[in-house]
């Protein structure tokens, strides 16, 4: 696989940025490819490891060494095919997977691993540009039909293989457009919409059926999709925000950070004027929680405009180097540094925020912390301790709660009658089935906030058992890499 000696002849190169004082203004993607003999050459350091480590980093088994392999022999369209029989939406991974496949990198071990993620961007991108990417209707339709409520990366997935074996699928959306936190709390600079709306057109083509503004529970009676369709598949993420309950939180300029990304997508995407939206411009913005969401407030403040960014985490400082006691291949938990955190930014660990503080008329003018440590005893939940004399107040017009979801809404799981387990809705991990017959469930609504590569994956094999509850068996794959339809 790649080339013997490869890793040996070749760093790593990653995509360059544009500077930061230019891409802040504005929300257009501004990663600057490699050349295709660079990005070859990338493919060429996938060394000959014996047993791919990267297969197990990858929840949807991606077939990394051999698409590597077609990139390093100039055999794009060859990649393109191996990549889609496992991932039908690389350009979203490509651009949005944290890329837990490099982390398990055998190469990574002593060294910088195999960029994945961009090979796997730039053999898809070539694929769309080649006019490789094309509808590919089944020949064959069966007498079946399934609902899917909900069009993210689960949805969109299960959509697609359960077309392929036949069924006619129709997706609803309760928002406008297709693509769910992908279009509506992805930032343009991370993803610009145009990737999902080309991929859209595909799988309309193809004969999916897409209504948008149907929310159902709502606007949309579940008795009767459960009268028109022979299956219904859940896959409406996630979506109840984690609130902080201290005082002063409904202050004026305290904010779920999901709103103020959904509504700036709103605004690049010429739905709503920016005097509409929640705006940082000229303010003195505070974004409480470091994962990507927290990122991506940071990333759209600066493009607003603001004062100044602060971002607070409680959790500690994690160290550069992986840490000892996550060892490869696992996942380790260290310090990041996105692209948004470079544009300007200043980061504080270990902090609390302990009070929002607003003038008489309920404005936001700043908040309260306190330094917090974390105490760790073996076989015990972590303990958080507060550090005596460490309180501090903060300037503040802007605050952002990104702290992460709790679980998936009640809406879906009252209306079809559905029991619930951890704030998401209970089906099992065998066959992704509900406590009602004929309705399945996937990705974050089933196993809580996760990552788009776990997202795709569910969608993938929850569209297994529904065509083999629907069938008797089914020919769609399961982390095989088999996407043969039913013929």
């Not at 929640?278 to 303010?283: D, L, N, P, R, T």
Request: charged residues 25%; glycine residues 10%; contains cysteine.
């Amino acid at each position: 696989m790649g080339k013997i000696t490869g890793f040996l002849e070749h760093e790593r190169q990653d995509e360059a940025y544009q500077v930061p004082t230019e891409r802040i203004k504005n929300y257009k993607e501004f990663t600057i490819a490699l050349e295709t003999d660079k990005l070859q050459e990338q493919g060429a350091r996938c060394m000959d490891c014996g047993i791919p480590f990267c297969h197990s980093g990858c929840p949807l088994g991606n077939l990394i060494p051999d698409f590597n392999d077609k990139v390093y022999r100039g055999k794009w369209k060859e990649a393109a095919e191996i990549l889609h029989s496992t991932n039908n939406f690389p350009e979203f991974t490509g651009r949005l997977c944290p890329a837990p496949c490099e982390e398990a990198c055998v190469l990574g071990i002593n060294s910088a691993p195999v960029s994945i993620e961009n090979i796997e961007k730039n053999i898809v991108e070539t694929a769309f540009s080649e006019g490789w990417i094309v509808a590919k209707p089944p020949k064959v339709r069966t007498e079946k039909s399934v609902a899917i409520i909900g069009s993210g990366p689960a949805g969109l997935a299960a959509a697609q293989q359960l077309n392929r074996a036949g069924h006619t699928v129709t997706v609803f959306e309760r928002d406008g457009k297709v693509g769910g936190l992908l279009r509506y709390g992805i930032p343009d600079f991370k993803m610009e919409k145009n990737v999902i709306d080309r991929r859209v057109e595909v799988l309309q083509e193809e004969g999916i059926i897409f209504k948008t503004n149907a929310h159902v529970g709502v606007n949309i009676s579940a008795n009767q999709l459960k009268e028109d369709f022979d299956a219904i598949l859940l896959c409406g993420g996630a979506t109840v925000r984690r609130s902080i309950p201290i005082d002063g939180s409904d202050a004026k300029g305290v904010y779920q950070a999901m709103d103020f990304l959904k509504q700036n997508n709103q605004y690049v995407a010429g739905l709503l004027n920016f005097d509409e939206i929640i705006s940082a411009k000229g303010k003195k913005v505070i974004v409480i929680g470091g994962g990507d969401t927290g990122s991506d407030c940071i990333g759209t403040s600066n493009r607003h405009g603001a004062t100044s960014v602060t971002n607070f985490e409680i959790l500690n400082k994690p160290t550069i180097g992986r840490p000892a006691h996550q060892p490869w291949p696992y996942w380790p938990m260290r310090l990041k540094e996105t692209s948004s955190h470079q544009e300007g930014v200043e980061r504080f660990f270990s902090v609390s925020t302990k009070k929002f503080i607003s003038d008489i008329n309920g404005n936001l003018t700043g908040l309260k912390t306190v330094a917090v440590e974390w105490i760790f005893k073996k076989g015990e939940r972590p303990e958080l301790k507060e550090i005596p004399n460490t309180e501090k107040q903060w300037d503040c017009d802007l605050v952002l709660l990104a702290l992460g979801f709790t679980g998936a809404e009640k809406t879906l799981a009252e209306a079809f009658e559905l029991d619930m387990q951890m704030n998401n809705i209970k089906a099992t991990t065998k066959n992704y089935a509900t406590n009602q017959a004929g309705i399945f469930t996937a990705g974050d609504m089933r196993r809580g906030q996760s990552l788009i590569v776990w997202a795709i994956s569910e969608g993938r094999q929850a569209a297994h058992h529904v065509d083999a509850f629907l069938m008797g068996s089914s020919n769609l794959p399961l982390k095989d890499g088999n996407d043969l339809p039913r013929v």
